[in-house]
T-cell receptor, first 115, second 114 residues
Framework: NAGVMQNPRHLVRRRGQEARLRCSPMKGHSHVYWYRQLPEEGLKFMVYLQKENIIDESGMPKERFSAEFPKEGPSILRIQQVVRGDSAAYFC?????????????FGDGTRLSIL | AQSVTQLDSHVSVSEGTPVLLRCNYSSSYSPSLFWYVQHPNKGLQLLLKYTSAATLVKGINGFEAEFKKSETSFHLTKPSAHMSDAAEYFCVVSAGGATNKLIFGTGTLLAVQP
């Protein structure tokens, strides 16, 4: 499968635990984006990364959320001390370049449920 | 700032009849616009994109969209709906500039009746 791979597909955490979401971009893509889809809402941008660099994190909550895209390995979205409001579907997308006309290709998402 | 407004949250059509999903955009410059489709519990699939070439854009699965600058619209159409078209559709604009972030509409849920 040459598409964007996200895992796990479903993740259940208790309040206060940590959640780690992983994303492997399409082959040849060096730009990764994370979006969050809250229930009954559209997708909202969180963060845009290139290898080892955060380019735009204007959509990230100020606390508890972090993202990285290391030189080797997948991109990771990390949520510390999760709360009920973090329950959502988290989608990763990738593109080969950073231009505004570059379409982004999405993974199937990670559904995060907080007990 | 860029934004998109999807005018209908739900659309219901009969199989074999035309589909029209409406989207208006707001942009201070020539926008890059996209339509994505999301089937239940799946990711988003790109249907088509407009990037200032032809104003009538043809996409996958028989969908097309027309960019109308005078009306600031980018409506999605299909001549004949199929049951498999039932899904949620998102009109999307690229924020442009140094970031490539996408700005999503609130979505239109398309139901196709047999």
């Amino acid at each position: 499968n040459a598409g964007v791979m996200q895992n796990p597909r479903h993740l259940v955490r208790r309040r206060g635990q940590e959640a780690r979401l992983r994303c492997s971009p399409m082959k040849g893509h060096s730009h990764v984006y994370w979006y969050r889809q809250l229930p009954e809402e559209g997708l909202k941008f969180m963060v845009y990364l290139q290898k080892e660099n955060i380019i735009d994190e204007s959509g990230m909550p100020k606390e508890r959320f972090s993202a990285e895209f290391p030189k080797e390995g997948p991109s990771i979205l990390r949520i510390q001390q999760v709360v009920r409001g973090d329950s959502a579907a988290y989608f990763c997308a990738s593109s080969p370049g950073g231009g505004g006309n570059q379409p982004q290709h999405f993974g199937d998402g990670t559904r995060l449920s907080i007990l | 700032a860029q934004s998109v407004t999807q005018l209908d949250s739900h659309v219901s059509v009969s199989e074999g009849t035309p589909v029209l999903l409406r989207c208006n955009y707001s942009s201070s410059y020539s926008p890059s616009l996209f339509w994505y489709v999301q089937h239940p519990n799946k990711g988003l699939q790109l249907l088509l994109k407009y990037t200032s070439a032809a104003t009538l854009v043809k996409g996958i699965n028989g969908f097309e969209a027309e960019f109308k600058k005078s009306e600031t619209s980018f409506h999605l159409t299909k001549p004949s709906a199929h049951m498999s078209d039932a899904a949620e559709y998102f009109c999307v604009v690229s924020a442009g500039g140094a970031t490539n972030k996408l700005i999503f509409g609130t979505g239109t849920l398309l139901a196709v009746q047999p």
